[in-house]
């Protein structure tokens, strides 16, 4: 039996006053690299990348640190990940590429979180500033899991119910994806999953490949599409407009409601429960104000890319707004798919 595991973390420090230093690992049983990153505001530019190699598997994967400096100088806005994946991703190390684009999306999401405060506003073409310090409380995963009484784990089908991993990326869709829609059917089948959705990023498949697809492994795949709104990721579905660029939220949401589609919050907490929240003044009910919340039928509470803590902490927004709550894997790699989803209790 293969055994394989893949850890990545982002931890975000205030380097001094509108500074911040973005530290992320990622760890396998193959590589082990990390980057430093040091990010301004209130534009979100990239000033330094140091970037290291603790474990590789040939001579060529030093040689591709130098490159990580062609980053310098970009701001994380519009076109910041395709430039990424289209040029470190290729000339670099794919590895080190996807880690920075978690370090700087963590950071952007983190961020944008501060403007749910009253004396905080985002402003147009950058974010408030604000003082942060690393964070380091911890909850039990058996409590969290308890309380939600979610899935947990793989081999899904076989707790009862109908079992759909919300969350799923693939390499045809994804550039940041290494695995393919067939590669995920198959797995899905092996771990007992009844269903999962595609989530690729701002692009949705098209119908008819799918249900070929679909019939020929007798497997149900369910469309949708994580869209870039100006207040975060949001996981759409029944939808089939083409998105370019960083759409409005309230443009998003008045399309969808039209289209008789339905929104959830992606991840919303990610990167941000590294900061002092009691500095920001940030609980349940202050969060709970964000606009995002406003604008979508339910939360993500369960996402493999984020802390217990931050799932833990969407999970009390949500109760306390009083919306439904999903699970998704978010899976950009095969080991990844069905590590959560969402339990219906009745066949889609």
Same mark, same amino acid.
């Given at each position: 039996?293969?055994?394989?595991? @893949? ?16 530290? !992320? ?8 690299? *990390? ?43 519009? !076109? ?13 190390? @794919? ?35 604000? @003082? ?37 990326? $693939? ?11 067939? *590669? ?14 595609? $989530? ?25 599409? &994580? ?12 939808? =089939? ?9 309230? *443009? ?36 709970? =104000?964000?606009?995002?919340? &406003? ?14 803590? *931050? ?15 999903? !699970? ?21």
């Amino acid at each position: 039996m293969l055994n394989f595991m @893949r850890n990545k973390v982002v931890r975000i420090f205030e380097q001094h006053e509108g500074c911040l230093k973005v530290v !992320g690992l990622l760890s396998d049983d193959i590589y082990e690299l *990390e980057l430093e990153v040091i990010i301004d505001l209130p534009r979100l530019k990239i000033t330094s990348i140091e970037g290291r190699w603790r474990r590789w598997t040939t001579p060529e994967c030093p040689r591709a640190i130098p490159v990580l400096q062609e980053a310098v100088g970009m701001e994380v806005g519009e !076109g910041f990940s395709e430039k990424i994946k289209k040029g470190l991703g290729r000339k670099s190390c @794919r590895h080190f590429a996807n880690l920075l684009l978690e370090c700087c999306h963590a950071a952007k999401d983190a961020v944008l979180m501060m403007g749910c405060e009253p004396s905080g506003r985002i402003e147009e073409g950058g974010v408030r500033q604000g @003082r942060f310090r690393e964070q380091g409380q911890e909850i039990s995963a058996e409590d969290f899991m308890e309380s939600l009484g979610a899935l947990k784990g793989k081999g899904g089908g076989r707790i009862g119910g109908f079992v759909v991993d919300l969350h799923v990326h $693939t390499s045809e869709k994804s550039p940041c994806s290494s695995v393919s829609l067939e *590669e995920l059917i198959i797995e899905a089948k092996r771990i007992g999953l009844n269903a999962f959705c595609l $989530t690729d990023h701002n692009t949705m498949w098209d119908k008819e490949v799918v249900e070929r697809i679909s019939r020929r492994y007798d497997f149900l795949v369910l469309r949708g599409n &994580e869209v870039t709104t100006d207040q975060g990721d949001v996981l759409v579905f029944g939808w =089939e407009e083409e998105v370019r660029g960083i759409m409005k939220l309230a *443009e998003l949401r008045e399309d969808v409601i039209k289209r008789g589609g339905f929104m959830i919050a992606a991840h919303p907490f990610r990167g941000f429960l590294t900061f002092d929240t009691s500095a920001l003044g940030l609980t349940p009910e202050k969060a709970s =104000e964000r606009k995002i919340f &406003e604008a979508v039928d339910a939360v993500e509470v369960l996402n493999s890319k984020v802390t217990q803590k *931050e799932n833990a902490f969407a999970l009390e927004v949500a109760k306390r707004l009083g919306l439904p709550v999903t !699970g998704g894997s978010d899976a950009h790699e095969l080991a990844e798919l069905g590590i959560y989803a969402t339990v219906f209790s009745h066949a889609i």
